[in-house]
């Protein structure tokens, strides 16, 4: 059987191992959060350039 200091190094390395993943996991989650906001702002621009057709559209036929 291993001594108590080699299960306590053996120990440490596992909890590092463990943040390690959950510091890779937290970063995946912040890149996609990125690329959810840049899909938003794209949403919010084609439905600016959307409104913006509809009014030239409306003007074009004298709606006001």
Not at 14 to 35: C, H, P, V
Request: charged fraction near 25%; charge should be neutral; aromatic fraction near 10%.
């Amino acid at each position: 059987m291993s001594d108590w200091f080699t299960l306590a190094t053996d120990m440490q390395r596992e909890i590092l191992r463990a943040q390690q993943a959950q510091m890779d996991a937290a970063q995946t989650m912040l890149d996609a959060g990125k690329d959810v906001a840049k899909l938003q702002e794209a949403g919010v621009k084609a439905a600016e350039a959307n409104l913006s057709y509809w009014k030239q559209w409306a003007k074009l036929w004298g709606v006001k």
